[in-house]
């Protein structure tokens, strides 16, 4: 294996690390908080980017191979939560080790955990970059190295699809597609932050915000999530959960007037589709067996929803207060996730669609055995390779759940909290069920306990294979 392309990978994306630590310096100065903190992690981020370079050496790449694709990937996501810890550990926020890098990863990978017990008591500083951190591990890093990496050719592309699962090439060039895919991050982001801003929400908070839900992350510098700030608020964030759960491809085409292709889009109305059943089912619920108005209700059930289906993790309510059907429902969509090629967690709607169609594929063969019938996604023919991957994967996913909650409850946790500490962490989402509810933490759990949800975090962002493949004796065989 050529260890110069992982080398070549880690040093950009340690440098855009470096630089996002300097971006939360003016918010420090503002807020009259400590800078040395962010220069020193930025400044040991730099050093570590150095090092990769002088080992690299300035040989050009011309081949990125799919084995050195796997390395960096997960190579990359270690790395950075490491050097996300440093900057809790500087600061004094998060005093132990165990517990700075449990938050560095959980923001990375998006998954929104926590072991704050009181948020606000945080500089404001550190909890601006406690939010980039999912802005930058939502999309961030791996559209940025896309971009500036002229000399990666069909590599990079396989790098990217192992990150994002980016499954439709918009444009045949590679750095074409990283830098649309980055307008439309942006564009996003921003779009919400004036939506926020019109709502009363100040800016500061509007950036956190927006980082959060664009990224389909869920920290929030608030203690209360999004549940003291207005209706308004509320349906604003609802929404943009539901477009950053949505296939960014999808909102190219938008952009484009192409709403043929999206119309085409199967796992687009399945998606939506799920997330209107479960809103109206719960909204039902919520009427009915409580004392809440239709309107609460209804937002309510909408903002959980959205929330848990993209992997958000934002929280409005205790959806453990609820009706017992209410947060069971809550408990199966962790398993679902949003759309693929978007920034969402979980499973992805294409994988069930495919299991569903498989179901249907299976009762229309034994009804015509000798007929030959295609299974087909958006007009299209899954092979036979694709979809035994699919179902494969499926099929590690809710393997590797059941170990780690058997794991987890192992070394002391309750049953719900197992269940759903290992559900949450593999689907990137946040907040579970037991003692790791929405208005808890998992500040509670052992130092064993949060290294298992490290790893389950790091398994269900980088899809599985990516990171297990590491461990398999071929991998490293030439």
């Known amino acids: 294996m050529d260890l110069r392309p992982v080398l070549h990978i880690l040093m950009r994306i340690v440098l855009i690390t470096a630089v996002s630590l300097l971006m939360c310096v003016p918010v420090a100065l503002i807020y009259h908080e400590p800078v040395s903190p962010f220069l020193y992690t930025s400044l040991i981020a730099t050093v570590l980017a150095a090092c990769a370079y002088g080992v690299r050496g300035t040989h050009e790449l011309t081949t990125f191979k799919r084995r050195e694709a796997y390395l960096s990937v997960t190579l990359s996501w270690l790395v950075v939560s490491l050097i996300g810890a440093l900057l809790y550990l500087f600061s004094g926020a998060i005093p132990g080790i165990t517990d700075a890098f449990f938050e560095s990863v959980s923001g990375f990978t998006t998954t929104g955990s926590s072991i704050l017990t009181d948020i606000e008591s945080l500089p404001k500083s550190v909890l601006f970059w406690r939010s980039m951190t999912h802005w930058v591990g939502g999309l961030g890093i791996i559209v940025l190295v896309v971009i500036i990496m002229p000399s990666l050719n069909i590599g990079s592309y396989n790098l990217f699809t192992l990150e994002s699962s980016f499954q439709e090439k918009i444009h045949p060039k590679i750095r074409s597609v990283g830098r649309r895919l980055l307008y439309i991050y942006l564009s996003l982001t921003f779009i919400e932050t004036f939506f926020l801003l019109l709502g009363g929400m100040n800016l500061y908070e509007s950036l956190c915000h927006s980082f959060g839900t664009v990224a389909t992350g869920g920290f929030s510098p608030k203690n209360t999530s999004i549940g003291d700030y207005s209706p308004y608020i509320q349906y604003v964030i609802t929404i943009f959960m539901l ?42 619920i919520l009427f009915f067996q409580t004392d809440r108005s239709l309107e609460t209700a209804f937002r309510e059930s909408f903002f959980q929803v959205a929330s848990i289906i993209t992997c958000t993790g934002f929280a409005t309510a205790d959806y453990l207060l609820w009706p017992s059907v209410g947060w069971v429902i809550i408990f199966f969509l962790m398993f679902f996730g949003g759309s693929t090629g978007s920034t969402a967690g979980g499973i992805k709607m294409a994988r069930h669609l495919v299991a569903l169609k498989n179901v249907k594929h299976h009762f229309r063969i034994l009804n015509a055995p000798n007929a030959i019938i295609p299974l087909r996604i958006n007009s299209k023919p899954v092979s036979a390779q694709d979809n035994n991957g699919i179902l494969t994967f499926v099929l590690w996913y809710f393997m590797l759940f059941l170990g780690g909650s058997l794991v987890m409850a192992w070394l002391g946790s309750d049953v719900p909290t197992s269940l759903s500490s290992v559900a949450t962490a593999m689907g990137g989402i946040g907040p579970g069920l037991g003692s790791v509810g929405p208005a808890g933490n998992f500040a509670h759990l052992s130092d064993s306990s949060k290294f298992v949800l490290c790893g389950m975090m790091l398994l269900g962002r980088l899809e599985i294979y990516t990171m297990v493949m590491l461990f398999t004796p071929w991998f490293w065989k030439n």
Not at 254 to 274: D, P, S
Request: aromatic share 20%; charged share 15%; hydrophobic share 45%.
């Open 243 to 284: 477009l950053a759960g949505t296939n960014f491809v999808v909102h190219y085409y938008a952009v484009k007037g192409q709403f043929r292709k999206i119309k085409q889009n199967e796992e687009l109305r399945f998606y939506y589709t799920v997330t209107f059943v479960a809103g109206i089912l719960i909204t039902a």
